[in-house]
């Protein structure tokens, strides 16, 4: 069964550091998505992107993130300079036809801690 | 999107149906409602959505009421892989890509 894939599956970083997290989406896919969830908090929206740009952005997705499909089959999230509270499991997710279905696999998450 | 509420926890006998509820009295009539769930820290999991109708896949049953204020997911025969937490979301497909997750059930399946 296709499945999303996340690299890596734990990065430990120090305040202030450039991080990239990685996701290989579903290969017919064409939306994509990043979400975080802050441990013992809710799973939340980061940004969505479709068709080489983003569509929809949450308010926690600031200046200091950013998206980038580099090639055909990845899909990246950076964090500039990452600060204590990016401390969370990030998830990629794809989707076949995005809002319309709300139908989203979701990769097995990418866990980022900030000393 | 209208809010959704669940109970914080429920627990179910492996073998025998799960039945999770959801309320969501203030929905709308263009709005699904989707059910997620996550397995211990991994990434959610679709399983079901429905905007009227009742729904069946091969993870489960979705029982929209007539007046669609609340909805039941049925698992039915759940097995200790089962155990997870369970979201209820709803939201209207044009007008959004995100999802809002909240707190969901967290369902318990026992020996």
């Known amino acids: 069964e296709p499945e999303v894939t996340q690299t890596p599956s734990h990065q430990v970083t120090q305040m202030g550091q450039e991080v990239i997290l990685r996701c290989v989406p579903i290969?017919?896919?064409?939306?994509f998505y990043w979400y975080r969830q802050i441990l013992g908090q809710k799973v939340e929206f980061l940004v969505s992107f479709y068709n080489n740009e983003i569509s929809e952005k949450s308010e926690i997705f600031d200046d200091q993130f950013s998206v980038e499909r580099p090639d055909g089959s990845n899909f990246t999230l950076k964090i500039r300079s990452t600060k204590l509270e990016d401390s969370a499991m990030y998830f990629c997710?794809?989707?076949?036809?995005?809002?319309?279905?709300?139908?989203?696999?979701f990769g097995e998450g990418s866990r980022l801690t900030v000393l | 999107d209208a809010k959704t509420t669940q109970p914080t926890s429920m627990d179910c006998a492996e073998g025998r149906a799960a039945n999770l509820p959801c309320n969501h009295s203030t929905i709308s009539g263009n709005e699904y409602v989707y059910w997620y769930r996550q397995i211990h820290s991994q990434g959610p999991q679709y399983i079901i959505h429905?905007?009227?109708n009742n729904e069946t896949n091969e993870m489960a049953s979705l029982i929209i009421t007539e007046d669609r204020k609340s909805s039941t997911l049925i698992l039915p025969h759940a097995t200790l892989r089962d155990t997870a937490v369970y979201y209820c979301?709803?939201?209207?497909?044009?007008?959004?890509?995100?999802?809002?997750f909240g707190t969901g059930t967290r369902l318990q399946v026992f020996p």
């Open positions: 290969s017919n896919h064409l939306y």
């Open positions: 979301i709803v939201r209207v497909p044009r007008n959004t890509d995100k999802l809002i």
């Open positions: 997710a794809s989707s076949e036809r995005g809002r319309w279905t709300g139908e989203l696999f």
């Open positions: 429905g905007l009227k």
